[in-house]
T-cell receptor, first 109, second 116 residues
Framework: GQSLEQPSEVTAVEGAIVQINCTYQ??????LSWYQQHDGGAPTFLSY????GLEETGRFSSFLSRSDSYGYLLLQELQMKDSASYFC??????????FGTGTRLQVFP | EAGVTQFPSHSVIEKGQTVTLRCDPI?????LYWYRRVMGKEIKFLLH????????ESGMPNNRFLAERTGGTYSTLKVQPAELEDSGVYFC??????????????FGPGTRLTVL
């Protein structure tokens, strides 16, 4: 089967750094993406890793290790507006996304 | 640039009825995807169109679900007859044919379907 595991919930305070891990087991792998979803909103693309290593986009960074079937999303200088659900998703060869279970991030003042 | 739009935003129907969901992708996006999130579970892929052709419909749950994309523009997803387990949020996403990896898929706000 195919599965992507993430912690269900993470809490942190404003200004802190938080890391959301994702381990995957899929039959095909063509890259790992991260999406943010606020309650009632549309999932929004954050980052993509096609190769091993770190990708940085402003306060957000994403890391991939294909040999370990592992990736993470790093959020720095947390703000209240970062409270949302975060999903990792594997892209397969047909470009469809296989989503993880989602991590709910709560940022406290 | 207008984003992906979906209609309706909410739909409440009774078991056995028919519902049609509509998705308007971003103009110029050849890829169109349907996903579904059932309460408490992960977002799951339903099917993928490239222009008007079905590229992959491996995620469609059963033959009560029918998706179309006539003319390669908007898409509809019909559920007939609806069952209780069809309740959930149905998302549509689109992407440019050559830019999917770097820019990801653009999701619509979803249609929340409740089957009573």
């Amino acid at each position: 089967g195919q599965s992507l595991e993430q912690p269900s919930e993470v809490t942190a305070v404003e200004g802190a750094i938080v890391q959301i891990n994702c381990t995957y087991q899929t039959s095909g792998f063509y890259g790992l993406s991260w999406y943010q979803q606020h309650d009632g909103g549309a999932p929004t693309f954050l980052s993509y890793n096609g190769l091993d290593g770190l990708e940085e986009t402003g306060r957000f960074s994403s890391f991939l290790s294909r040999s370990d079937s592992y990736g993470y999303l790093l959020l720095q200088e947390l703000q209240m507006k970062d409270s949302a659900s975060y999903f990792c998703a594997v892209r397969d060869r047909t470009d469809k996304l296989i989503f993880g279970t989602g991590t709910r991030l709560q940022v406290f003042p | 640039e207008a984003g992906v739009t979906q209609f309706p935003s909410h739909s409440v129907i009774e078991k056995g009825q028919t519902v049609t969901l509509r998705c308007d992708p971003i103009s110029g996006h050849d890829n169109l995807y349907w996903y579904r999130r059932v309460m408490g579970k992960e977002i799951k892929f339903l099917l993928h169109f490239v222009k008007e052709s079905k590229q992959d419909e491996s995620g469609m749950p059963n033959n009560r679900f029918l998706a179309e994309r006539t003319g390669g523009t908007y898409s509809t997803l019909k559920v007939q007859p609806a069952e209780l387990e069809d309740s959930g949020v149905y998302f549509c996403a689109s992407s440019h044919l050559l830019a999917t990896r770097q820019k990801g898929q653009f999701f619509g706000p979803g249609t929340r379907l409740t089957v009573l």
